[in-house]
DNA sequence: GCCCTATTTGAATGATCGTTCAAGAACTTT
DNA sequence: AAAGTTCTTGAACGATCATTCAAATAGGGC
């Protein structure tokens, strides 16, 4: 046996620029080539073909984020400081400049959601357990005695995330981080009232 | 002088359907011929390009999206109410099971905005006006003494607008409408607020 | 009713796309 | 060190794409 002489992480991660950059449809495979530094034959190899990089790389963006996202949390006692927390590394991210400013899900949801069923229930799952993960650090802060329990937790969970899907969108038009600073500001404030 | 056989408007009501069914890019002009009962000559002829038809379409969705939104406050003297029944009907076009539950201009914009800098201006402009347009509501609100002045009418237009862009993103995967109905009414309590 | 001009038609064009494959290169095992 | 197996390479393939254009068609002005 030979073992492959690339990275897969690596490639994954130029794979998921790449894609970020023009959307899966526009980035042919000579961008995805020049991007990985990978022939196309051992793009073929490894992933079977260009969607099967798209879902590799999905997974991986997706391993990436939530990786990123308990980082918020740990050594850390306060779920309620967490989130505000990861709410402001949301926007700090919408005010980059580059295309990696968006969210690989939401980008391939948006333009394959409708012709391509498996990314569709893959990416949902994934953004389902994102979800999760909010709604499970919400409750925490109710039991930690930071927010009260006048609304459920999974209540505080689907309006935290509709507001983030809500700040990236609004960010394509209004790059201002005043703006949205006080946006999240005021999201945070009434997802914890 | 001899005038163009078809129905421009028509036309560009189907081609907005094509493109919001399968997204621009992916949108062949085969697609846009069957979509519009147009030959690939004449679409070139009247719109340049499948581009210009592009924009065309864009112009005259939202010229549609604006005349409806305009519908809702006419014969009403409550803005404040005026503001909730929109929500509610936004609400309603996301249950919709057709792909005309997305907006056209989020999703050329998600689509084409870092590639071509003439459709994000003109889409910009129009969100831009529709914000304004939500904005100038909010102001009538509080004229009529149905929203308090504790907040600019500004700040609670943008947040109007971030909600509704987030309520269609997470209808995307979580289409049940309960869920949406509940985070809509937050959202339009939180706005008042 | 006839000519002129603009529109409609649809086949043809060149470019680019994702994908394949046979030959060459390199690592592992013996 | 040689053989065997696997990965890498990059040219070639058919399909499909947006676009063009010359011929056919049909309305408006006289």
Not at 2 to 31: C, H, I, P, W
Not at 72 to 87: A, M, P, R, V, W
Not at 109 to 117: F, I, K, M, V
Not at 170 to 193: G, I, M, R, S
Request: glycine residues 4%.
């Amino acid at each position: 046996m030979r073992s492959a002489e690339f990275d897969k992480v690596a490639v994954l991660r130029a794979a998921m620029q790449a894609f970020l950059n023009k959307g899966y449809t526009k980035t042919s495979m000579q961008d995805l080539k020049q991007a990985t530094g990978l022939h196309p034959g051992s793009i073929y190899c490894a992933f079977e073909n260009k969607r099967g990089l798209l879902l590799a790389a999905i997974s991986q963006y997706n391993q990436d984020r939530s990786d990123e996202f308990c980082a918020f949390f740990i050594n850390s006692d306060s779920s309620k400081q967490g989130l505000e927390t990861y709410l402001e590394h949301i926007v700090e991210e919408c005010l980059s400049c580059d295309s990696s400013k968006a969210c690989l899900l939401t980008k391939a949801l948006n333009e394959l959601a409708e012709q391509d069923d498996e990314v569709q229930t893959l990416i949902s799952q994934q953004l389902e357990a994102w979800q999760s993960a909010i709604t499970d650090k919400f409750a925490r802060a109710q039991n930690e005695g930071d927010i009260s329990d006048s609304r459920s937790a999974e209540c505080r969970g689907r309006y935290f995330v509709m507001g983030i899907y809500g700040l990236r969108t609004f960010a394509n038009t209004h790059p201002e981080p005043d703006t949205l600073k006080k946006l999240a500001k005021q999201l945070f404030k009434d997802v914890c009232a």
